[in-house]
């Protein structure tokens, strides 16, 4: 009797692993399939910004190749081992930090300071905070304009509305990557375990050699 | 794996880039450009006069890189490469295969899936019913 309630535990968690395992490839799938029209219209986007700027200012030809850093990149969360990732690295993306302040100038950063105090009794405490989350919330909307401007002063002065809209479009696809970086990541560690979980039970089945 | 220290860290890294002219771009206006002292870049653009081999040592030299997380690269420079990009099985930096204008994203071709459909195939399932 214990060694059936044993079994059942053991398969029930087995098929947990391997509806993970399907759960994440249904997500992959899906991540990659919703990039294409965000891809598309960034295309059309910087196609239209070329066709009315010109084409030799929308061109490889004017990208910046002095030295500078990149204004998004990631931040990754893994555990080191012997100075390589093992297990299931996570990234998240930090949009437009700029040379001066090395935090994520990213609109996903909301001021804690917003939300700590939710819930406050006392109004005059609370109007403060919200207006000193307001003044960091617009330092951050400033930084993050500057940022996307000296990206764009890249292809000159004047530049054609499309080409700030292709930026965003290209922002959102790097969203996007991001979220199927981290699927693929969980992807790869839950296809491991089964793959562990089906050779053990390989192993059990052929049983000790004699 | 007892006695291995495994430490949780956090650290920054760039998203670079293998693919053609506006899809590079169109990342670039979104600022993941990167170009350290040496010039060198975390991009590479593909154009008709590009060779199998520069790409071959673009994707060898960003995956061997520490400060590079990530890759994206056109499924069709891919498929250019595909026996290299299929050997690579590294967790970092993750591969991410993705369409371009002219060629739209395959499931059937990308490394990642194709490396883990081994489990929906029939000789994983025979093998587990013997």
């Known amino acids: 009797m214990a060694e059936g309630a044993g079994g059942a535990a053991a398969n029930g968690g087995s098929d947990e692993k391997v509806l993970d395992f399907l759960d994440s490839v249904d997500s992959y799938l899906t991540t990659m399939e919703s990039l294409a029209p965000i891809l598309r219209q960034g295309w059309f986007d910087l196609a239209s910004a070329r066709h009315s700027m010109g084409v030799f200012r929308v061109s490889s030809a004017s990208l910046d190749l002095k030295d500078h850093s990149a204004s998004t990149y990631l931040q990754m969360v893994g555990h080191e081992s012997d100075d390589s990732f093992v297990g299931q690295p996570s990234f998240s993306l930090c949009k437009w930090a700029s040379a001066d302040n090395k935090s994520c100038c990213s609109e996903e950063e909301i001021p804690d300071s917003q939300l700590r105090h939710r819930g406050t009794s006392r109004l005059s405490e609370n109007q403060e905070q919200n207006s000193n989350g307001d003044d960091s919330l617009k330092t951050v909307d400033d930084l993050v304009k500057k940022e996307r401007a000296k990206t764009l002063s890249v292809f000159g002065t004047l530049v054609s509305p499309k080409l700030r809209t292709a930026q965003l479009s290209f922002e959102t696809a790097l969203e996007v990557l991001v979220e199927a970086a981290n699927i693929r990541s969980s992807m790869l560690s839950a296809y491991s375990q089964v793959q562990k979980q089906m050779e053990d039970t390989r192993e059990g089945e052929i049983g000790p050699i004699p | ?130």
Do not use: C, W
Request: hydrophobic share 45%.
């Open chain 2, 1 to 130: 794996m007892a006695g291995r220290a495994q430490i949780a860290t956090k650290s920054s890294a760039l998203i670079a880039m293998i693919a053609d002219e506006d899809t590079v771009t169109g990342f670039l206006l979104a600022g993941v450009g990167n170009v350290d002292i040496r010039r060198k870049t975390n991009y590479l653009i593909i154009d008709s006069k590009t060779t199998v081999k520069a790409i071959e040592d673009a994707f060898k030299e960003f995956t061997t890189r520490e400060d590079i997380a990530v890759v994206l690269i056109s499924q069709y420079v891919a498929n250019m490469i595909r026996f290299v990009v299929d050997s690579y099985n590294k967790p970092v930096p993750a591969i991410l295969e993705i369409p371009s204008k002219d060629h739209p994203y395959d499931p059937a071709h990308d490394s990642v899936l194709s490396r883990v459909k081994y489990l929906f195939s029939a000789e994983s399932v025979a093998s587990g019913r013997r």
